[in-house]
């Protein structure tokens, strides 16, 4: 076939010169094309290939839990339903084509019969996919309902001996950029809470029995409330494996639940755009065997694990003594009392200096982590950095690189109370308080660590 010279199209650098010779560009056309072809489907190839990992932490396909498991089904059923309809589109349109496609030579007023109207086709292609759009609807309302209504149900915790009845919840609190997991055993009327009519509840909740950062710890085969309300922005909270997203709103506070099959280690990431750090916004949720989940809950409870010596030590520094010949961590323990207790509870070690009357150090309080029990966690500063190395020792190089310099390590905006200042501490400040952070927590178990590096 030739083709027609009128079927240039604009930008195809074409010039005609006197002697009626076309001089085109010496690539001829269809080459052009297939070039151009062969491009877009390798990067579209490339595209889609990079969306699939063999063990991607925040794959929604394969569920962990009942409510992913329930909006993994209905989405399952939504795209063969999708699929179906596009095949009968297609199907039905190509079948058209085909059949009236002209055959053989084209003559002048070779036209197939032309109709105009047809009420069956009509009514048909009306009702069909409305009873299909009233069908899903249907079914998103009843998943919605699911996944909104919650059991009320009891779980007995063992904490020494001692059986508490605690309906699972937990209080999910998002803060640029790190999230707050705050455990009541005694319930929490969130109701009763609102009706006291605070501009930003958030700041206001009371005193908790367990607060933790980054890290979510739940017993596996038990549905937990959750109660999710942020601090400054809207933030969203999402455990792929274990539900959906919810919005955490300021003034706001949220119902939602999860549940874990399983003991394991459920990566989540904020997933509603909150400033300069979302994208290391992270956050855990592991869920622990009965008997792990009672132990868990017992070294919580009670106050930063010290040795007898390092406990001794800072009840002579919060009595106003200065103890001679201090070991590293106690320097390190000092240096907690004075450099971090503006924004940090460690209860044990500052909390003294958190209850003095007329300070102006609760201003930030509940703004930052709480440190009681920091080296009980896996992971730090929004769940990205590891708190120990694969083989189990405490990860300091990360812990140096934060405290030398925050902001180098995970971008903020501290100058507005948005994440952790430098505080200018020296190398030999860095060493001691990287020992006393060691002492706050007891060590999670190997496979918790193990989990934590995502590949
Ligand atoms: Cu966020």
Redesign the pocket.
Known sequence: MTEPTNHRSFGDSVTREGSNKLAVDSTPRHTRRMRRTAVTGFVGLTLLLAGCAGDAELDTLEPQGPDARTIDNFSNWLFIASFVVFFIIIGLSAGVAMKNRVKGDYEEGDWPEQVHGNNKAEIAWTALPAILMIAIAAFTVITLFDLNNDESNAYAVSVDGETMQWEPHVVVV?H??WWEYRYYFDGFDVDAFLDEGHANPAKHLPEADIVTSGQMIIPAGQEIELSVTSRDVI??HWIPALNGKRDAVPGRISPWKLEADEPGYYFGQ?T?F?GLS?AR?RMQTIALDDADFAAWVANQTSAAPLSGEDAAYVAALQAGEIPENPTEAQRGLDLLRSQCSGCHLIEGVNDDIWTQEGTEINLSAGAAPNLTHLASRSTFAGGIFPMYNKDGSLNQNALEAWLRDPAAVKANNADNRQGMPNLGLSEAQIDDLVAALALLGEKPEQWIITESFSE
Do not use: L, N, P, R
Request: aromatic share 10%; charged share 10%; glycine share 10%.
């Open positions: 998002g640029q950029w933030h969203s904020c509603e909150c979302h916004m």
